[in-house]
């Protein structure tokens, strides 16, 4: 497509050329044809036009050529141009439908570990007391009960700080995700109806 719009402009570049030169050259015999008219009235015409006329109608015939060449080549460019901002205005909304996608993941996949961490911080909480220790603790022979009573209290006590820490960083990044997701449908919304617009004009 870029290739084609570069044909394009230079087709017009030159056709601008050929319609400036042609009212250069045109330009300087016009008006001596027209002081030759004024100082001939009273002379009678000439029976058949001059090689000269037939070189200005010539003239006059490439202009009015490379002027419409002229107007149909920018109404190409216009078109080209239209197409363009189209490619662009696609390209802008799959980035925002794809960005808006992945936040939607994430956020998915934090729902899905916050449940499943938050199940192991609530089995946890009960296995903390000093009864359920006990149980815990029961067919393991020790000489150093307490000893093992406290490592076993320690394991939990790290595993309960781990996962609050991990539910806390989770709940801190869900508004921020959430916000840039509605940034992204608002983006996606915008870019749609500018899509649309924009294929409507080029009908």
């Not at 001596?32 to 009235?41: D, I, L, R, S, T």
């Not at 058949?48 to 002229?70: F, G």
């Not at 939607?104 to 899905?112: K, T, V």
């Not at 869900?174 to 617009?197: D, F, G, V, Y």
Request: aromatic content about 4%; charged content about 35%.
């Amino acid at each position: 497509m870029h290739i084609h719009q570069f044909f394009r402009r230079d087709r017009l570049a030159r056709a601008c050329k050929y319609f400036v030169w042609a009212m250069f050259i045109c330009g300087p015999i016009c008006v001596p044809a027209v002081h030759a008219q004024e100082a001939g009235k009273e002379q009678t015409p000439p029976a058949q036009t001059s090689p000269k006329d037939d070189d200005i109608e010539q003239l006059r015939k490439m202009v009015r050529t490379l002027s419409a060449e002229v107007g149909r080549l920018k109404a190409e460019v216009a078109k080209l141009e239209k197409y363009k901002q189209i490619d662009y205005l696609r390209e802008q909304l799959m980035k925002e439908e794809q960005r808006a996608e992945a936040l939607q993941r994430e956020l998915s996949d934090i729902a899905a570990r916050e449940t499943s961490l938050q199940k192991r911080l609530d089995e946890i909480e009960p296995q903390l007391q000093p009864d359920r220790i006990e149980q815990s603790l029961a067919g393991v022979g020790s000489t150093r009960p307490e000893d093992s009573r406290d490592a076993l209290r320690n394991q939990l006590s790290n595993e309960k700080r781990k996962i609050q820490a991990q539910l806390d960083q989770f709940r801190q990044n869900r508004p921020r995700l959430q916000a840039s997701l509605s940034t992204a449908e608002a983006s996606i919304a915008n870019l749609r109806q500018r899509l649309n617009e924009a294929m409507r004009d080029r009908r």
